[in-house]
């Protein structure tokens, strides 16, 4: 018997085993010790019969990825500036390497914001409207540092661009009515760009990126201000209606960029989704302003919301949505965190991919283990639990220890797989409470993430309808509060 005769011979004894790709595939389990922890390959075999059943179909494509990431924040920054070499290059690795979550975007303030040591801006010159003074020295002591490190470990490995999002919280006191970086009690009281310095406005998001551009750090896109609804007293902010937005977009914002930075993408609303759909309608349907905006950016703090989502979407479908921030609330206890943090992180960012967002972004990339530092607090807090957040790693900068949160983990099994360029498809989940998403690569690998939220065990068969010409399936079970990828 020859080779070729015995390979024919063992392929059929072995039915599918010389037709059926490997699949690898990797866990997070909390009643296990795997956290993004590669798994024992499996085998796709012909299609059986089982009523819980998860169904890809690739021929059915939808919206691109683009990508992944968290923020740099002055108090991530500062944090980081407070970790020893070896914690460093932890840190760096853990969010950028293609070790760690291969993360390819971030967001960062444009100014001071919570997040930050204290209130700060580019020119505080009052009147100085031609901002002759404008000066980003702030952010080269520590800000600048970090994205040039994390640019620099994402081009050792996965080598995408780093797509950065900057965005300001408030202009500098001098530019609003109230003459704060901050909030009167609520949203009245003059909290607004004075009229007179909306060029001036439009001019200091221009100087912004030629600085940072001059320091060799090009920033992606812009979004127009940071919760254009909320009206916090104790940290920066500016109100924007919709209407208000799209008319400093469409005479002041959108003419100076598209002369001064026509590369740079411009991002509108960056609020939560609640109230996505007023927005879209009331800015892309003025075509002078939409054709400024790359598209639109949205936070989750209102709840799931999917529907809306998909409406903004399926109103503008040329103008892409990308989550750009997510955050938890303290957590009480960095070495036994909250588990069920990570299945929101996971259900977030199911529901929202699985309604056309393409991208998703995390708040700050590390903090301390009370959840800042923070300038609003303590005397400005309006509770504990306001002035700290969570972050996926909290660092204790005394013991120089870092605590990975169980979010780390969960955004990891989608941040490390679904690379730039990925294009959902189809899936379906049968008589299940799984909830799943999938994407076809950009090198034709298919990648399935499948979340379990409940307390029971579920089994199910992955059916992909399309692997290789052939139905296949296979029958695997997702532990209680696990999520898992698959990739083949
Ligand atoms: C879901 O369960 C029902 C009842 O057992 C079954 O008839 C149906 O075929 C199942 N759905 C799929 C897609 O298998
Ligand atoms: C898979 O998707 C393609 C493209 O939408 C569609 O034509 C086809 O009917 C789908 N197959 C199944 C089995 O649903
Ligand atoms: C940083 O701190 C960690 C934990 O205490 C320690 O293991 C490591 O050796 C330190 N690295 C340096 C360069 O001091
Ligand atoms: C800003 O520059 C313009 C044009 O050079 C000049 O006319 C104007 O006086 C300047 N404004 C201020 C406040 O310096
Ligand atoms: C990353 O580094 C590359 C190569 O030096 C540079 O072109 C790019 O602008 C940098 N990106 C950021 C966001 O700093």
């Not at 068969?461 to 399309?466: E, Q």
Request: hydrophobic fraction near 40%; charged fraction near 20%.
């Amino acid at each position: 018997m020859n080779s070729v005769t015995l390979f024919f011979v063992v392929c059929l004894a072995a039915l599918n085993g010389c037709l059926a790709a490997d699949m690898q595939w990797y866990r997070t389990a909390q009643s296990t010790a795997d956290r993004l922890t590669k798994q024992s390959n499996l085998k796709f075999q012909d299609d059986f019969h089982f009523d819980q059943v998860i169904t890809i179909n690739r021929s059915s494509t939808f919206q691109t990825i683009i990508g992944f990431g968290g923020a740099f924040t002055d108090a991530a920054s500062f944090i980081f500036s407070k970790l020893n070499s070896t914690l460093q290059a932890q840190v760096l690795n853990m969010y950028f390497s293609d070790q760690g979550l291969r993360y390819n975007m971030a967001r960062l303030p444009i100014g001071s914001c919570d997040f930050s040591l204290m209130n700060y801006n580019y020119d505080s010159t009052s009147g100085d409207a031609n901002l002759t003074k404008f000066s980003i020295d702030h952010d080269k002591s520590q800000i600048i540092p970090l994205i040039k490190k994390a640019n620099a470990t994402i081009l050792k490995g996965s080598g995408d661009a780093l797509y950065i999002v900057a965005t300001p919280w408030s202009p500098p006191n001098w530019l609003k009515e109230n003459n704060s970086p901050y909030c009167p009690t609520d949203c009245a009281g003059g909290c607004v760009l004075k009229d007179q310095y909306r060029d001036t406005w439009a001019l200091y998001f221009s100087k912004f990126l030629s600085a940072y551009k001059a320091e060799g750090v090009d920033i992606w896109g812009i979004t127009i201000q940071n919760e254009p609804e909320y009206c916090p007293h104790n940290y920066e902010a500016m109100h924007f209606t919709p209407e208000a937005e799209r008319d400093f977009l469409k005479d002041h914002l959108g003419p100076k960029l598209s002369q001064d930075h026509p590369d740079v993408n411009i991002l509108i609303y960056d609020h939560n989704k609640d109230h996505v759909v007023n927005w879209v309608q009331t800015i892309y349907s003025d075509a002078e302003a939409a054709k400024y905006v790359w598209g639109t950016a949205i936070h989750w703090y209102t709840g799931d919301q999917f529907d809306n989502v998909n409406q903004a979407h399926n109103l503008f479908p040329n103008k892409p949505i990308l989550a750009t921030e997510a955050t938890e609330a303290r957590e009480e206890n960095p070495a036994n965190p909250v588990w069920g943090k990570g299945e929101h992180y996971a259900h977030d960012i199911i529901g929202d991919l699985n309604n056309w967002v393409v991208g998703w972004i995390d708040w700050n990339l590390v903090l301390d283990i009370q959840g800042g530092p923070n300038h609003k607090g303590p005397n400005n807090c309006e509770g504990p639990e306001l002035c700290g957040f969570d972050g996926m790693l909290l660092a204790d900068t005394d013991k120089q220890i870092i605590y990975p949160q169980v979010f780390y983990y969960y955004m990891g099994h989608f941040s490390k797989f679904l690379a730039r360029g990925s294009v959902r498809v189809w899936s379906l989940v049968d008589n299940s409470s799984l909830e799943c998403l999938s994407v076809l690569t950009p090198d034709s690998g298919m990648v399935v993430v499948v979340l379990n939220r409940g307390q029971d065990a579920v089994t199910f068969k992955l059916l992909d309808i399309n692997v290789g010409g052939q139905k296949q399936a296979l029958k695997i079970t997702a532990l209680p509060h696990s999520i898992q990828t698959f990739l083949y």
